[in-house]
């Protein structure tokens, strides 16, 4: 009876991956029950599948070829975007060979095929390092197939990570690579579902033996579209190739491919030459540094070098082959000039700082065991101080930026200091950047309540993250848009009168006030329902849904007070005042206060939130989730007045 029962589990097993392997099938060549497919059968909400992703990689001693085909189901409208693709690869080392994509519908009977026009494929370069495949597939509708192939040629012998986890739900993925034997690869797992199938063989073609490896996964969800993610690819599933050795005249070289190594090459380029070398001239800007603190001198130089250059909308760690007087004189450059710029500035004034090489949140994420200059698209400065608790990290590129406030972009994220000990001696420094210091919001209203009116005046006050944030919301939004923001989701407040005080300097918060007007709603005329919060920068509860996939960033600690002092309508009484409380995450972490009372006729409210943490894990969220129910039912809890 077992063996009955054990050869029916192998048959299945069999079948399983039988089935699985004929779902990859030849570019145009498509099977009749994917062009009938009206659901995704792991994900009946997704509004489209990936049914197969192939690559095949042949890695030979002078390069290696990646040949990837991708095939797209979807079931409806709103698959459309997440249908249309594209790619990015490095120019300095990858050649694209070829490409082709298209879409398959089935019409009347018939399958028909509609081509992208090779002209529709834009090849752009943001980047030095960076180049993308963007296209648009034709004749999209509920039920299109769409599928694209390439091939590129890589110099060198890097073999680029698989990914099989997408936005959209995957039946299929896998991964077939064939190097010659004297190249050793290691491999490294990310993220924790199994493979369906995982193999190693090794064939002999012509004079050469090569080692194969076949990877696949099977029923991949999606990658959790969810608020607040962290911003780090670490959980994807997804599969790295490291060369380790080189077998070559019967010697073994072992590659070593550290950060370490990885900035030595840098340091070598152009970005090493212009260190430490007089960019700007001492007397545009020493006299203005006398009598100041070390502080005052690092606010001082940083706002010199932002105010006076402009940044072109390219990160980048290469300033290019222009030296950094041109790039001085021209007052434009890329992120990496700017800041090569300001660290030249700041130890030609004494003052002891280091380049930090990092990564934007659309490069990905800086991790130890990936070491490479793709890695890392930006460089800025790093400033330790006296206080080991304290330190800078300063981006003059941006115009937003403040000296005392390190990017809100690198937050929670990694650095890669670069410190050249001696002229020969070069130490590089894995370094996590975060903040304790939280930013503070105060918004202060004063109004008066009538039946099926209310108004008043809101003065706000914003430092440090807030600070930057509204700054840049004044400058992008047009106005309708920006008072829009001002008035509130969901409310019909018209504001008015609206004056934006910019502050002098860093230290200082910006603050803007404005009037407003708007209805409030009663259920009938005998009382009025008043909720103190709906001024509130509140915006939905984030953290609705029961599980979580992926872990938390909050991006940075923060408290916001909201004050009101409301004048109540005569014929009206109090008849219900939501209580006063406080409310803590279990560790404290996060922090809930209101104080509402009635006093001569006026409403008097205080609302405050505070954040001692930014990062939570997934199996906090549990305590997270509750906790941010039981916040926003208190935050929707309104005044009840009654007429009298």
């Known amino acids: 009876m077992k063996k009955i029962a054990l050869f029916a589990i192998l048959l299945l097993l069999t079948a399983s991956t039988c089935c699985f392997s004929q779902v990859v099938q030849p570019y145009g060549q498509v099977d009749a029950a994917d062009l009938h497919l009206k659901y995704c059968a792991f994900d009946k909400e997704a509004a489209a599948m990936i049914l197969f992703d192939k690559a095949d990689v042949v890695a030979s001693f002078d390069s290696v070829v990646l040949t990837q085909h991708q095939r797209i189901k979807i079931f409806n409208s709103n698959g459309y975007d997440i249908a249309n693709r594209s790619f990015r690869y490095n120019p300095r080392y990858e050649k694209l060979v070829e490409i082709k994509a298209q879409t398959i519908n089935y019409e009347n009977g018939k399958t028909v095929t509609v081509p992208v026009d090779v002209k529709d494929i834009y090849n752009t370069q943001p980047t030095k390092n960076r180049r993308s495949v963007i296209f648009t597939y034709p004749a999209l509708q509920p039920g299109s197939i769409v599928e694209f192939t390439f091939k590129v040629k890589i110099s060198g012998l890097f073999i680029p ?6 936005d959209m739900p995957t039946r299929y993925s896998e991964i077939d690579t064939k190097a010659v034997r004297e190249l050793k690869y290691s491999l490294i797992k990310k993220g924790t579902m199994p493979f369906f199938s995982a193999r190693e063989d090794s064939v002999i073609e012509g004079k050469y033996v090569y080692q194969v490896r076949n990877y696949a996964m099977a ?6 579209d969810e608020p607040y993610a962290m911003q780090s690819d670490l959980g994807v599933q997804r599969l790295l190739f490291e060369l380790k050795q080189v077998i070559a005249d019967e010697r073994t070289v072992v590659i070593k491919n550290s950060w370490l190594d990885v900035c030595k090459r840098i340091m ?9 070398r007089r960019t700007i001239s001492k007397s545009e800007y020493i006299d203005s ?4 603190t070390e502080d005052e001198k690092i606010a001082y130089i940083f706002n010199f070098v932002r105010s006076n250059m402009k940044w072109n909308n390219k990160d980048s760690w290469y300033p290019g082959e222009l030296s950094l007087k041109s790039t001085w004189k021209d007052k434009i450059g890329n992120s990496g000039q700017i800041n090569l710029i300001l660290y ?3 130890t030609d004034a004494n003052i002891k700082c280091y380049m930090m090489l990092v990564s934007t949140p659309d490069n990905g994420t800086l991790t130890p065991v990936i070491a490479d200059e793709s890695e890392v698209n930006k460089a800025v400065v790093y400033l330790p101080t006296a206080d080991t608790s304290k330190y800078y990290v300063l981006d003059a590129s941006d115009k937003y930026a403040l000296y005392n406030t390190i990017p809100a972009d690198l937050l929670n994220r990694y650095g890669i200091k670069v410190n050249m000990e001696t002229a020969t001696r070069l130490n590089c420094q894995f370094i996590p950047i975060t903040s304790k210091i939280p930013a503070l919001q105060s918004i202060n209203m004063e109004g008066e309540i009538a039946p099926g009116k209310i108004s008043g005046t809101t003065t706000g006050t914003y430092y440090s993250y807030w600070r930057s944030e509204m700054a840049r919301k004044h400058d992008k939004l047009n106005e309708k848009d920006y008072l829009t923001l001002l008035a509130g989701k969901g409310n019909d407040f018209k504001i008015s009168n609206l004056k934006f005080d910019s502050p002098a300097t860093d230290e200082e918060p910006l603050k803007q006030k404005f009037n407003f007007t708007g209805t409030s709603s009663a259920s009938d005329g005998n009382y009025i329902y008043f909720n103190p919060a709906q001024f509130a920068p509140f915006s939905d ?5 029961e599980t979580r996939a992926t872990d938390i960033d909050l991006h940075n600690n923060t408290v916001c007070n909201i004050t009101g002092h ?6 009206y009484k109090v008849d219900a005042l939501p209580a006063n409380i406080v409310m803590n995450m279990p560790d404290k972490s996060i922090s809930f206060k209101r104080l509402i009372s009635e006093k001569d006729g006026y409403l008097e409210f205080n609302y405050s939130v505070s954040t001692k943490r930014s990062v939570y894990y997934v199996d906090e969220y549990k305590a997270l989730h509750t906790f941010f129910k039981q916040l926003y039912d208190m935050v929707n809890e309104p005044v009840v007045l009654k007429k009298i």
């Open 219 to 224: 029923n991949v969800p999606a990658i959790a």
């Open 566 to 571: 409301f004048k109540l309508p005569l014929g």
């Open 268 to 276: 070598k380029s152009s970005f090493g030459f212009e260190m430490d």
């Open 289 to 292: 540094l006398a009598h100041k």
């Open 344 to 346: 030249n500035t700041l």
């Open 161 to 166: 990570d698989w990914s099989f986890q997408h």
């Open 541 to 545: 509860n984030p953290f609705t849904s």
